[in-house]
């Protein structure tokens, strides 16, 4: 579909990190771009069914995604990092860990325009906005979807110096 078709076209590298995964649904879908998924989800009926129909290169652990992030980012170092949080958001104890850890992407799909505003404002020290996109999954209904795409600030920042054609 066209919000699945959006999140693909932003995500970079070899290395995806997709927490609140549910039963898997962005790690399945882009299972090709990527030569290691790993999935986070507190749902333990949700991860089994996503390592049912995981790939070989596709990993999905159950457990509290706030306390699992951390080590994570720091020992995997993710190019890409999907949130697809419920209706109440990510943790806080997520947003901490990537501030400390930045991925070189970051695609949060929201629900929820509220705790989506909440979160980017948490996420505004070392991040660039670079695309929001609203869409339209539920026609005829208030509920709409949005993606919101990332980039780490540190990897953003050029070296800052004389131009080639600076005379000094």
């Known amino acids: 579909g066209v919000l699945l078709d959006f999140v693909s076209s932003q995500a970079v590298g070899d290395l995806l990190v997709d927490a609140y995964c549910g039963s898997g649904f962005f790690g399945h879908a882009l299972s090709e771009r990527f030569k290691k998924i790993i ?8 991860i089994t069914a996503a390592r049912e129909t995981a790939r070989s ?3 999905y652990i159950c457990g509290d995604v706030g306390e ?3 080590s994570l980012l720091r020992d995997e170092q993710p190019q890409t990092v999907i949130l697809d949080p419920s209706a109440e958001g990510v943790d ?3 947003t901490k860990a990537l501030q400390i850890h930045p991925p ?4 949060y799909v929201s629900c929820n325009p509220a705790t989506l505003a909440r ?5 505004r020290e070392g ?3 670079r695309a929001i996109q609203p869409f339209d ?3 005829q209904t208030a509920k709409i979807e949005t993606v919101a795409v990332l980039s780490a600030a540190a990897r953003a920042i050029q070296v800052q110096g004389p131009s080639p054609t600076d005379p000094s």
């Open 39 to 46: 999935g986070l989800d507190w749902s333990e009926p949700a």
């Open 57 to 59: 290169h596709e990993t």
């Open 68 to 70: 699992m992030i951390a």
């Open 119 to 123: 979160d980017l404002a948490r996420l």
């Open 104 to 107: 070189t992407r970051l695609i």
């Open 137 to 139: 999954m539920f026609p």
């Open 127 to 129: 991040y660039h906005l």
């Open 92 to 94: 806080e104890r997520v």
